[in-house]
T-cell receptor, first 114, second 111 residues
Framework: DADVTQTPRNRITKTGKRIMLECSQT?????MYWYRQDPGLGLRLIYY???????NKGEISDGYSVSRQAQAKFSLSLESAIPNQTALYFC?????????????FGPGTRLTVL | RKEVEQDPGPFNVPEGATVAFNCTYS??????FFWYRQDCRKEPKLLMS???SGNEDGRFTAQLNRASQYISLLIRDSKLSDSATYLC????????????FGAGTRLFVKA
């Protein structure tokens, strides 16, 4: 079984709809992250959480919100989806180990907003 | 200017060739450096961390030059299975946590 899972794997929705992407991990890591990937831009950090009570904005948090329901679960919400949120979304986890930050990624969610 | 920059390629090389990728970063407070590999439509996976002393893992060698703020990845004896996008990643935890991914360099290894 995969250590980091994401649901759904693919989603097509319409402008203005509320969407939730879910991430679960069995690695026992404290830290979890949400990224989006767009062609030619690399991965960009949306939100990150270093433990259950810690939520931080990344470089592109506008239009997104997150919830850390448990150590193993971190969900990303688009309150009112817009077409430029069409992207590949990745969840990742890492251990708490000082400045070292190897991240383990889920398989991604491909989101299309029409 | 992007904080982490890579040559997007693509690099087209024959099997057995040696290929080198470079990556530059602009923030001197960066602490951790990595190369990730990403296959088409798949998640990124850690290839190797990059240490100041340089490090090698089989056919792969990574180097870090803090003075010039660049990291490199050398792949020797390229295999068809090395075809992928290679992502340079830079991380720091001073003045707030930040992990920056480069946009990636595409590599095609051909028979």
């Amino acid at each position: 079984d995969a250590d980091v899972t994401q649901t759904p794997r693919n989603r097509i929705t319409k402008t203005g709809k509320r969407i939730m992407l879910e991430c679960s991990q069995t690695k026992g890591h404290d830290r979890m992250y949400w990224y989006r990937q767009d062609p030619g831009l690399g991965l960009r950090l949306i939100y990150y959480s270093f433990d259950v009570k810690d939520i931080n904005k990344g470089e592109i948090s506008d239009g997104y919100s997150v919830s850390r329901q448990a150590q193993a679960k971190f969900s990303l919400s688009l309150e009112s989806a817009i077409p430029n949120q069409t992207a590949l979304y990745f969840c990742a986890t890492s251990e708490r180990r000082g400045g070292y930050n190897e991240q383990f990624f889920g398989p991604g969610t491909r989101l299309t907003v029409l | 200017r992007k904080e982490v920059e890579q040559d997007p390629g693509p690099f087209n090389v024959p099997e057995g060739a040696t290929v080198a990728f470079n990556c530059t970063y602009s923030n001197s407070a960066s602490q951790s450096f990595f190369w990730y590999r990403q296959d088409c439509r798949k998640e990124p996976k850690l290839l190797m961390s990059v240490y100041s002393s340089g490090n090698e893992d089989g056919r792969f060698t990574a180097q870090l030059n803090r003075a010039s703020q660049y990291i490199s990845l050398l792949i020797r004896d390229s295999k068809l299975s090395d075809s992928a996008t290679y992502l340079c990643v830079v991380s720091r935890n001073t003045g707030g946590f930040k992990t920056i991914f480069g946009a990636g360099t595409r590599l095609f290894v051909k028979a």
